[in-house]
């Protein structure tokens, strides 16, 4: 696999910020023998409003920082990372690499009945086409897309319920539903916690696709071909970094997580990639 790494080793997780803690609260339900290491880039979040290679930099750097600590694989937790720097994080780093993307829009291709399927999520991912380039190889299906920029602060406000949320919900969903879909891949790690609103707006003929349940399944299923799941017996546990602690840190926790966290340990992401140059 790479110096120092076997089937015992951590999986490295790395989001722009907290929303990949979905993907995280997945894999854990099911793989709870695994040990993780949860890389939350929140000094620079977020991603999905910079540009490619600013994206691609990020993605670099995170996945360097996850390997420093013996990961024996890299779930990019993040949509807009996921849609830019796949095909370069696996091109200079020899473990496995897994994204978001590709694991919900091939469950959205076998779910989808009418073939009518709705993508939404931030700029960066709508923008990189990356749901439309997989969508699109099947020529049968019809697609839309949407960014819906404002459900992120939404949810990191905890604003789940709130009026405001259900108006600016129906405001970004109302063509998707005009158009008829009957699956709708939520496109952004923060967009599972708004399930409920979702779901009610678009009515429940519409199969909601979830990145965290997604990425999670094909996460286990490679593990399993490959010989790479942990032999231990024991409850695995999750060390926790994050390039700067944010004031809401424990809240947000709690929202995405339902637990409170014990331990945060804050590095400098960019003090830690001049270093590793260096060498």
Not at 254 to 265: E, H, N, P, Q, Y
């Amino acid at each position: 696999l790479g110096h120092g790494v076997n089937r015992n080793s951590p999986i490295g997780i790395f989001d722009s910020g907290v929303g990949g803690f979905t993907v995280l609260k997945r894999l854990v339900e099911m793989l709870p023998s695994e040990n993780f290491i949860y890389f939350g880039d929140t000094a620079r979040l977020p991603y999905g409003s910079k540009s490619k290679d600013t994206i691609n930099l990020f993605a670099l750097e995170a996945a360097r920082f996850l390997l420093s600590h013996k990961v024996k694989m890299i779930v990019v937790a993040c949509n807009s990372a996921s849609s830019n720097s796949m095909g370069l994080l696996r091109k200079n780093y020899s473990v496995p690499v897994i994204g978001v993307i590709s694991p919900s829009a091939i469950s959205a291709i076998e779910c989808s009945i009418s073939g009518r399927i709705g993508v939404i999520g931030t700029y960066a991912t709508i923008q990189s086409g990356a749901y439309l380039k997989i969508l699109e190889k099947d020529k049968k299906l019809r697609i839309i897309q949407r960014a819906c920029p404002l459900f992120v602060p939404l949810v990191e406000e905890g604003m789940l319920q709130h009026k405001v949320t259900k108006l600016i919900g129906q405001e970004y969903l109302s063509p998707i539903k005009n158009f008829d879909a009957d699956t709708l891949i939520l496109g952004c790690t923060h967009y599972p916690i708004l399930k409920p609103v979702i779901q009610e707006i678009m009515g429940n003929n519409v199969l909601l696709i979830d990145p965290a349940i997604e990425t999670a399944k094909t996460v286990k299923e490679y593990l399993g071909k490959n010989s790479l799941s942990s032999e231990r017996t024991t409850k695995g546990k999750v060390s926790y970094f994050v390039s700067d602690y944010p004031r809401n840190f424990n809240n947000i926790a709690k929202i995405f997580l339902g637990i409170t966290i014990r331990t945060v340990t804050t590095i400098n992401i960019e003090e830690f990639s001049k270093k590793t140059k260096e060498q």
